[in-house]
């Protein structure tokens, strides 16, 4: 298995609900990220996992709040979002953080909030 | 503060022809760069990745330049295929983990 699994595929959500990303892989890798790419822009760094632990959080609001329950799972909580938050939510996977070439991106959550 | 540019937001080559993408970054902690290439509704893809060490590094049809002193790279595609339309991306990675993508050139080979 060489892929990043990231379910689900598309998620609608008011401002007021809790709902949650989740990204699987089962290629041993021990470092696992959250992107966002806003329409037209680059994908940019939200959080990194390093061996199950949050190794950088990029200044993200705690509205978002990340979990990695084992090494093979990476979640991402939702709480009251805004509706600027509606994005491609990336997720990927590397060996390790200096996996160099490494990197595995799933295809991504279209979350729009309304 | 963008670390990884791209200036050529698009760039359009006749099939067979070379495609030359480009790429400028101002952080020196970066000690590989990466290029991937991204479809829509997919997530994006390794293409290939040289060190800081390395000036060219080549993979098929896929080179990719770097000029350490100008902080330049480029990713250079011949022959150009119609499959290889796509947006592609420039990345810097550093020892902390951080990979940052360029703002991505929209390459299209028409037929």
């Known amino acids: 298995d060489t892929e990043v699994t990231q379910t689900p595929k598309h998620l609608v959500m008011g401002m007021t609900n809790k709902k949650s990303l989740k990204c699987e892989q089962h290629?041993?890798?021990?470092?696992m990220y959250w992107y966002k790419q806003k329409a037209k822009k680059p994908p940019e760094l939200m959080f990194v996992y390093s061996y199950e632990k949050l190794s950088i959080n990029e200044s993200v609001p705690s509205r978002f709040s990340p979990e990695c329950p084992n090494s093979s799972l990476l979640n991402l909580h939702l709480h009251a979002l805004q509706p600027e938050d509606s994005a491609l939510y990336l997720c990927?996977?590397?060996?390790?953080?200096?996996?160099?070439?490494?990197?595995?991106f799933g295809s991504g959550t279209r979350l729009t909030v309304v | 503060d963008q670390q990884v540019k791209q200036n050529s937001p698009s760039l359009s080559v006749q099939e067979g022809r070379i495609s030359i993408l480009n790429c400028d970054y101002t952080n020196s902690m970066f000690d590989y760069f990466l290029w991937y290439k991204k479809y829509p509704a997919e997530g994006p893809t390794f293409l290939i990745s040289i060190s800081s060490i390395k000036d060219k590094n080549e993979d098929g049809r896929f080179t990719v330049f770097l000029n350490k002193s100008a902080k330049h790279l480029s990713l250079h595609i011949v022959p150009s295929q119609p499959g290889d339309s796509a947006v592609y991306f420039c990345?810097?990675?550093?020892?902390?983990?951080?990979?940052?993508f360029g703002q991505g050139t929209t390459l299209q080979v028409k037929p």
């Open positions: 290629m041993g890798h021990r470092a």
């Open positions: 990927a996977s590397s060996q390790d953080t200096r996996s160099n070439y490494g990197y595995t």
């Open positions: 990345l810097g990675s550093s020892n902390t983990g951080k990979l940052i």
